[in-house]
């Protein structure tokens, strides 16, 4: 605008002197060529004049747009790489007559986005384990949301995340599929079409070939979804979309725990303990250190003389324990189990409702409250009960006593009830992580540990043998002609034969050691602090117990024999995989003299034992 200003005032004067020449100067002719100069000279002026209008109009304009846009709050600004969870938990706006202080707002946006912060910590880690425990390509969380008709990119477990769409319109592609029909979708050998498009991606998309996307439910409706995908063809199976739902789950207990807390924004205080609570619990802490600090937090925000927290032995169930205990308890210790019977912790457990008492000594049968337990707490005056839920799951309870009358508030209700959602989140989260953890490194079939776990301890015993300089034995035990049983008697009795001979292997080995099943009739075994020489002797007596040992089922008998390899670390091998091959080596020496026998590797041959 200065420099506009300054080329204004120097035609403005330019005009002025041409006004002043030819309208004042006595020696412009009036004549037809004077008349011209004159009339060009005045449409000049006007054409001047008007340009300097319309400069000042917009400059009006611009100067009221910017003091309107400064007395607003600023729009909100999507980021690409932080999305709000739009359909999880809507936030309701401040009425207009309640004034909140700048510093309140500075306060509270601090909050919600520690808040924010932790919970995609959280959700990157479970992408993470994701991309560990299936192998895939990328992982990704899509929020539905609904008034614009979009799935919403949340987070990403992806090599190069910026070819990830941020919005994808919900339509027929395989992604919407999941959502709109709130159902598991399997794709493991299939070419992107038109029919079938992965829509996520920008252009150039990968060759994606595999795919599964299972639903994210959120208080039982679907809000978005969870997918997995990866180049090579039949990389998932129903099974992983089995496991990939668990993990979902997982996802929407994450998000009501974080639901809990964030309605509690205005409470400083306890939203910043709650957050502690929350935060300070990986997924593999253990429920003692949980219970730890539920204790911790209790103590800080309530005034009680004894804390219980009861865990019910399963969902259901009639029975509970004592998981933790705080300050003046009777007679009882953690561990204690009991019977809930007829009383009011039964109702509080089923019900799912908060029970107040403000003085025991007036209420008539005060032994129904807590059965068993009332001799423990026979002193006290205030009861509080509240459930430890997730979702429709029961888990237990919390109770706090207090010798004095009427002690606990409404609010203090309240408070503890809030934990013992969180609590209920938690424990959740943890059961839902040792079940997926369970079923990720277990074999279906034998109840074994898998090949992939079997590969994980191999490495970590290895690494422990460099560090003591301690060995350590690995054994490939194979049963002989296992085909012919399948063959003949059919795969239902071929795997009865690989759960017992299971069994026999994990009960001839010490705790310490570990048996896998490496695939197929083949099973891994690692014997841990011990030589090969050491191994000969156990692995023939494992042997020996299958041989002898009759299969029988639905009237089929058989007998059945095993060939076993040892390897021992470092003495044959270097590293995992040479240890592996050589322990293989020598199993497949027995096989090629009839089987039914145990030998070590020693160089490029193979010994028998006697």
Same mark, same amino acid.
Request: glycine residues 6%.
């Given at each position: 605008?200065?420099?506009?200003?300054?080329?204004?005032?120097?035609?403005?004067?330019?005009?002025?002197?041409?006004?002043?020449?030819?309208?004042?100067?006595?020696?412009?002719?009036?004549?037809?060529?004077?008349?011209? *100069?004159?009339?060009?000279?005045?449409?000049?002026?006007?054409?001047?004049?008007?340009?300097?209008? &319309?400069? #000042?109009?917009?400059?009006?304009?611009?100067?009221? &747009?910017?003091?309107?846009?400064?007395?607003?709050?600023?729009?909100?600004?999507?980021?690409?790489?932080?999305?709000? *969870?739009?359909?999880? /938990?809507?936030?309701?706006?401040?009425?207009?007559?309640?004034?909140?202080?700048?510093?309140?707002?500075?306060?509270?946006?601090?909050?919600?986005?520690?808040?924010?912060?932790?919970?995609?910590?959280?959700?990157?880690?479970?992408?993470?384990?994701?991309?560990?425990?299936?192998?895939?390509?990328?992982?990704?969380?899509?929020?539905?949301?609904?008034?614009?008709?979009?799935?919403?990119?949340?987070? /990403?477990?992806?090599?190069?995340?910026?070819?990830?769409?941020?919005?994808?319109?919900?339509?027929?592609?395989? #992604?919407?599929?999941?959502?709109?029909?709130?159902?598991?979708?399997?794709?493991?050998?299939? &070419?992107?079409?038109?029919?079938?498009?992965?829509?996520?991606?920008?252009?150039?998309?990968?060759?994606?070939?595999?795919?599964?996307?299972?639903?994210?439910?959120?208080?039982?409706?679907?809000?978005?979804? #969870?997918?997995?995908? @990866?180049? /090579?063809?039949?990389?998932?199976?129903?099974?992983?979309?089995?496991?990939?739902?668990?993990?979902?789950?997982?996802?929407?207990?994450?998000?009501?725990?974080?639901?809990?807390?964030?309605?509690?924004?205005?409470?400083?205080?306890?939203?910043?303990?709650?957050?502690?609570?929350?935060?300070?619990?990986?997924?593999?802490?253990?429920?003692?250190?949980?219970?730890?600090?539920? *204790?911790?937090?209790?103590?800080?925000?309530?005034?009680?003389?004894?804390?219980?927290?009861?865990?019910?032995?399963?969902?259901?169930?009639?029975?509970?324990?004592?998981?933790?205990?705080?300050?003046?308890?009777?007679?009882?210790? @953690?561990?204690?189990?009991?019977?809930?019977?007829?009383?009011? #912790?039964?109702?509080?457990?089923?019900?799912?409702?908060?029970?107040?008492?403000?003085?025991?000594?007036?209420?008539?049968?005060?032994?129904?409250?807590?059965?068993?337990?009332?001799?423990?707490?026979?002193?006290?005056?205030?009861?509080?009960?509240?459930?430890?839920?997730?979702?429709?799951?029961?888990?237990?309870?919390?109770?706090?006593?207090?010798?004095?009358?009427?002690?606990?508030?409404?609010?203090? @209700?309240?408070?503890?009830?809030?934990?013992?959602?969180?609590?209920?989140?938690?424990?959740?989260?943890?059961?839902?992580?040792?079940?997926?953890?369970?079923?990720?490194?277990?074999?279906?079939?034998?109840?074994?540990?898998?090949?992939?776990?079997?590969?994980?301890?191999?490495?970590?015993?290895? @690494?422990?043998?460099?560090?003591?300089?301690?060995?350590?034995?690995?054994?490939?035990?194979?049963?002989?002609?296992?085909?012919?049983?399948?063959?003949?008697?059919?795969?239902?009795?071929?795997?009865?034969?690989?759960?017992?001979?299971?069994?026999?292997?994990?009960?001839?080995?010490?705790?310490?050691?570990?048996?896998?099943?490496?695939?197929?009739?083949?099973?891994?075994?690692?014997?841990?602090?011990?030589?090969?020489?050491?191994?000969?002797?156990?692995?023939?007596?494992?042997?020996?117990?299958?041989?002898?040992?009759?299969?029988?089922?639905?009237?089929?008998?058989?007998?059945?024999?095993?060939?076993?390899?040892?390897?021992?670390?470092?003495?044959?091998?270097?590293?995992?995989?040479?240890?592996?091959?050589?322990?293989?080596?020598?199993?497949?020496?027995?096989?090629?003299?009839?089987?039914?026998?145990?030998?070590?590797?020693?160089?490029?041959?193979?010994?028998?034992?006697?």
């Amino acid at each position: 605008m200065g420099d506009n200003i300054r080329l204004y005032f120097v035609l403005a004067f330019l005009f002025g002197l041409l006004t002043i020449g030819v309208f004042l100067y006595p020696g412009v002719p009036e004549t037809g060529l004077g008349f011209f *100069i004159k009339v060009l000279v005045i449409a000049s002026l006007g054409v001047y004049l008007w340009v300097v209008l &319309q400069e #000042l109009q917009i400059n009006v304009i611009a100067s009221s &747009q910017a003091q309107s846009l400064a007395s607003e709050s600023p729009p909100p600004v999507e980021d690409e790489e932080t999305v709000v *969870i739009t359909s999880v /938990a809507d936030r309701q706006e401040a009425p207009a007559s309640r004034k909140v202080s700048p510093a309140a707002k500075t306060e509270r946006s601090d909050q919600e986005l520690n808040a924010t912060k932790a919970y995609h910590r959280f959700q990157k880690l479970t992408l993470e384990i994701i991309n560990e425990t299936l192998f895939c390509h990328a992982a990704v969380v899509y929020i539905a949301d609904v008034p614009k008709n979009q799935l919403v990119l949340q987070d /990403a477990q992806h090599p190069e995340a910026g070819t990830l769409a941020h919005r994808v319109d919900i339509g027929t592609d395989l #992604l919407s599929q999941a959502f709109t029909e709130d159902e598991m979708v399997l794709k493991m050998t299939f &070419q992107p079409s038109p029919e079938a498009p992965i829509m996520y991606y920008r252009e150039p998309a990968p060759p994606i070939q595999s795919f599964l996307a299972v639903p994210i439910h959120y208080r039982k409706r679907v809000i978005g979804v #969870l997918a997995v995908d @990866q180049t /090579a063809r039949e990389s998932f199976s129903p099974e992983d979309g089995r496991l990939l739902s668990h993990f979902a789950q997982l996802i929407s207990s994450a998000m009501v725990q974080f639901d809990v807390l964030d309605r509690l924004t205005e409470q400083r205080d306890l939203y910043a303990h709650l957050s502690q609570v929350n935060t300070k619990l990986s997924l593999s802490d253990s429920v003692e250190e949980l219970f730890g600090e539920s *204790i911790r937090f209790s103590r800080n925000l309530f005034d009680y003389d004894a804390l219980v927290i009861i865990l019910l032995q399963s969902q259901n169930s009639e029975q509970a324990e004592i998981a933790s205990l705080d300050g003046r308890i009777l007679n009882y210790q @953690q561990g204690y189990r009991f019977e809930l019977k007829d009383s009011v #912790l039964h109702e509080v457990l089923t019900t799912g409702k908060s029970r107040k008492f403000a003085d025991l000594n007036q209420v008539r049968d005060s032994s129904r409250i807590l059965p068993e337990l009332a001799g423990g707490l026979s002193d006290m005056r205030s009861l509080l009960m509240v459930p430890i839920q997730s979702n429709a799951d029961n888990y237990g309870a919390i109770v706090l006593g207090s010798l004095q009358q009427g002690k606990f508030t409404d609010g203090a @209700q309240e408070i503890l009830r809030i934990l013992g959602s969180v609590v209920g989140a938690s424990l959740n989260r943890f059961y839902l992580y040792r079940y997926m953890h369970s079923i990720a490194t277990r074999d279906g079939l034998t109840n074994l540990h898998n090949y992939r776990a079997f590969k994980e301890r191999l490495e970590e015993e290895i @690494q422990r043998s460099k560090r003591y300089q301690t060995p350590f034995t690995l054994c490939i035990a194979d049963l002989d002609k296992f085909k012919r049983i399948n063959d003949t008697h059919g795969h239902l009795y071929g795997d009865f034969i690989l759960k017992e001979s299971a069994a026999i292997i994990k009960s001839s080995v010490r705790s310490i050691d570990m048996v896998a099943r490496y695939g197929g009739e083949e099973f891994a075994i690692l014997l841990v602090n011990a030589t090969a020489d050491d191994v000969l002797k156990t692995a023939d007596r494992i042997r020996e117990e299958v041989e002898k040992q009759v299969f029988e089922k639905e009237h089929i008998r058989e007998r059945i024999t095993l060939s076993i390899g040892l390897a021992e670390f470092p003495a044959h091998a270097p590293d995992a995989d040479t240890l592996i091959e050589r322990a293989d080596e020598a199993m497949y020496q027995v096989k090629r003299v009839g089987g039914n026998s145990v030998r070590k590797y020693e160089g490029t041959t193979s010994v028998e034992e006697v």
